[in-house]
């Protein structure tokens, strides 16, 4: 599953397109900022053309969302408000955590108990979160090239026969759709098939 945080940004329409041109449908966990507001419609071209658009952050400001599980659901709220113009924000049940399930920074803002509580939250509310093994670290300090991306990928996938890949789609992270032809042909020519997060973990 090849899976993009912290989009829609100016980088989409060229991440649309290198999955458009290698037919493969990814997932896209997606913020409301305000920043990238702008480019919120082209979440309504991303779900036609078959891709699974997920929750992720309104803010992706840890230090508002971890502050406590009511903070952490009103920002979803928001989320989902802001993006409901342009997709079906109702129908979705998959989420990913700012900092992953197993992030430390929210202990800092809510305590050691906080994501334990979200966790159990989420699949009380019939949804799922997801978590990554793959880290194609694209959005590190220094800008990555599109050949250390591919390169990231290929080790961290290592000898993992499932593999959900973390990747990003902001305005600071071009390389990575100019990485995605190459990282697609390395898993084909590996025998892996792309899915989408909804094909391979059922909503619980
Ligand atoms: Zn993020």
């Not at 803002?109 to 334990?116: A, I």
């Not at 290929?154 to 026969?161: K, L, S, Y």
């Amino acid at each position: 599953c090849l899976t993009f945080d912290d989009g829609p940004s100016k980088t989409t329409p060229e991440v649309l397109a290198a999955l458009d041109a290698a037919g493969v449908h990814g997932t896209f966990f997606v913020v409301a900022t305000g920043y990238n507001e702008k480019y919120l419609p082209l979440l309504t071209q991303a779900a036609a053309a078959g891709h699974q658009i997920a929750l992720h952050s309104a803010s992706h400001e840890y230090s508002d969302i971890y502050r406590s599980s009511a903070a952490y659901w009103k920002d979803i709220a928001l989320l989902k408000q802001r993006i409901a113009p342009y997709v079906d924000a109702e129908s979705i049940r998959y989420l990913r955590f700012p900092g992953g399930s197993t992030n430390t920074v929210s202990r800092r803002y809510g305590g050691k108990g906080l994501m334990p509580q979200l966790k159990t939250e989420v699949e009380q509310r019939g949804w799922q979160w997801v978590d990554w093994n793959v880290c194609a670290e694209d959005a590190v300090g220094g800008h990555p090239s599109a050949d250390t991306i591919y390169r990231n990928v290929v080790r961290e996938t290592g000898e993992q026969p499932h593999c959900v890949v973390l990747m990003h789609d902001s305005a600071t992270t071009r390389t990575t759709a100019e990485a995605l032809p190459d990282i697609i042909q390395w898993y084909r020519d590996q025998g892996f098939t792309f899915c989408r997060v909804e094909q391979v973990l059922p909503a619980p």
